[in-house]
């Protein structure tokens, strides 16, 4: 769902006054409006809506998640919902069509909202229903990754990283402008959500933000050759889950180049669908 004129919902807690924006007339030099909603640019309106959206998600039944603030639940006998809010554009998802219909009519007596029908594309994030459950991939945000990169015509890497590489110790030239690297690496980061075999080369990556060296970025880019020969991998939601949690753990003893200190890991699973 896509909430309409979202920062205009709000009421504010402080007392704000402006003057009147050019084109409108004012009725005398000395006078200032008083502002009885938020607008968009104010520093208070992100705040103030999400404060008013948890207000009546709250007065509804929904309980906010201590784990991610953005997270709403909903539990009252065998009807479960679940709220997920980012900015103006919620998602939710439930067991009980009914409960979900009653739910939208009570927040449009307050906002108005748009309802934009099952989930397929969220925050970048592409997803796909089949009789196997959800399939969740970047397929798009990675080809803009390749194209901002200039590497789509290269041929793909078979893996994001050298084995036993030496990244911590290289001392080659210091790139001039290191912004393009931080905003490639804070992409990729972005990516590790759907790509967990990515999280390591990311984390060894995002260890050199502050003073990249040519060889960070040739490693970089290696990352998008790798993307390209897999632009469309993602993660298997299974709808036949287990709903039990398996976890594993990996060490490997004095790796680090520095200090000397082992390297661990681990990848867990929601019965056979990974999640971290």
């Not at 705040?47 to 039944?61: D, E, N």
């Not at 219909?101 to 099952?118: A, N, V, W």
């Not at 592409?126 to 991939?137: N, T």
């Not at 790796?255 to 681990?266: D, F, Q, V």
Request: positive net charge.
């Amino acid at each position: 769902m896509d909430v309409n004129n979202a920062f205009l919902h709000e009421d504010l807690e402080e007392e704000v006054f402006m003057r009147l924006p050019p084109g409108f007339s004012s009725p005398g030099p000395d006078k200032v409006y008083k502002l009885q909603k938020s607008l968009y640019g104010l520093r208070q309106a992100l705040r103030q809506w999400f404060a008013k959206l948890s207000f009546k998600l709250c007065a509804y039944g929904f309980v906010r998640s201590y784990a991610n603030y953005s997270l709403f639940v909903y539990r009252k006998g065998e009807v479960f919902m679940a709220l997920f809010v980012y900015v103006d554009d919620i998602i939710l998802a439930g067991n009980n069509t009914e409960a979900r219909t009653e739910f939208k009519s009570y927040l449009r007596t307050y906002f108005s909202i748009k309802d934009l029908g099952p989930l397929k594309y969220f925050l970048d994030i592409e997803v796909a229903r089949g009789p196997q459950g959800l399939f969740l991939c970047q397929r798009k945000y990675v080809l803009e990754i390749i194209h901002e990169g200039g590497l789509l015509g290269t041929k793909p890497a078979e893996f994001p990283i050298e084995e036993n590489h030496k990244l911590a110790l290289v001392n080659g030239r210091l790139l001039t402008d290191a912004t393009q690297y931080r905003r490639l690496v804070g992409r990729l980061i972005y990516l590790t959500i759907i790509r967990p075999d990515l999280v390591y080369v990311v984390h060894i990556l995002s260890q050199f933000m502050q003073a990249p060296r040519e060889e960070h970025m040739d490693a970089a880019c290696r990352v998008l050759r790798n993307l390209k020969g897999a632009t469309g991998f993602g993660r298997l939601l299974l709808s036949n889950n287990n709903m039990t949690i398996y976890g594993f753990y990996d060490s490997d003893w004095g790796t680090c180049p520095l200090s000397r200190k082992s390297l661990t890991g681990y990848f867990t699973q929601l019965g056979a669908s990974p999640i971290s």
